[in-house]
């Protein structure tokens, strides 16, 4: 069964405008963490932002910040301000408490950012 | 901050031979590295997860004499894919967990192409 769930394939924004990317996860432990990474074209994953199941807050790291919803299981990205260079595809996974610290990701979304 | 290498970057190789790629933190040392495939347009599957000094635990469905993963030391991590064939040609990946922060650093990653 599909641990995380992408459902948008793609998403337009323009620049400038606030976009949210979807992430629902799928998790019986009660210890787990939730990750977004962005592979631009060249192919590296550039870490972005961390939300621990125990987490009350949600995390913000500069524009971005992660809507976790706990009871929904749902882990958006809202990405603020959008740039150019902010076109990519973005990726959320999820570490559950027994895997041995390895990620499942999601499907992606590939985002384009237009002037 | 925290820094993973891969090399090379690129290969393409005749089927039937073996490559390997080699995984290091620069900066840091890694209490685990992963290797993860990556096929165009599609998300990141987790191949394998390596400790130093012990063996790999492989994903199922992951041949474990296709794919040998050798962790000689806390910053060197290496997979080799032996007899390769063109269905092995991919993106592979490979993150370093540096054991104080929750996210993995990942590598630049590699292209293996076999023709």
């Known amino acids: 069964a599909q641990k995380i769930t992408q459902t948008q394939p793609g998403m337009f924004v323009q620049e400038k405008e606030a976009v949210t990317l979807d992430c629902t996860y799928d998790t019986s432990d009660q210890s787990y963490g939730l990750f977004w990474y962005k592979q631009p074209s060249s192919g590296e994953m550039i870490f972005l932002i961390y939300?621990?199941?125990?987490?009350?807050q949600n995390a913000t790291e500069g524009r971005y910040s992660l809507n976790f919803q706990k009871a929904r299981k749902s882990a958006n990205l809202v990405i603020s301000a959008s740039q150019l260079g902010d076109s990519a595809m973005y990726f959320c996974a999820m570490r559950e408490g027994n895997s041995g610290y390895a990620l499942n990701f999601g499907k992606g979304t590939s985002l384009l950012v237009t002037p | 901050g925290a820094v993973v290498s891969q090399h090379p970057s690129r290969v393409i190789c005749k089927s039937g031979t073996s490559v390997k790629i080699e995984c290091r933190s620069l900066?840091?040392?890694?209490?685990?590295m992963f290797w993860y495939r990556q096929f165009p347009k599609q998300s990141l599957m987790l191949m394998a997860t390596s400790n130093e000094g012990s063996k790999a635990t492989y994903e199922q469905g992951v041949e474990k004499d296709k794919f040998l993963i050798n962790h000689a030391s806390l910053t060197l991590s290496t997979l080799t894919v032996t007899s390769a064939h063109p269905e092995d040609s991919s993106f592979y990946i490979c993150s370093a967990r540096r054991g104080d922060v929750p996210e993995q650093f990942f590598g630049p990653g590699t292209r293996l192409t076999v023709l």
């Open positions: 939300q621990g199941s125990y987490d009350e």
């Open positions: 900066d840091f040392q890694a209490t685990t």
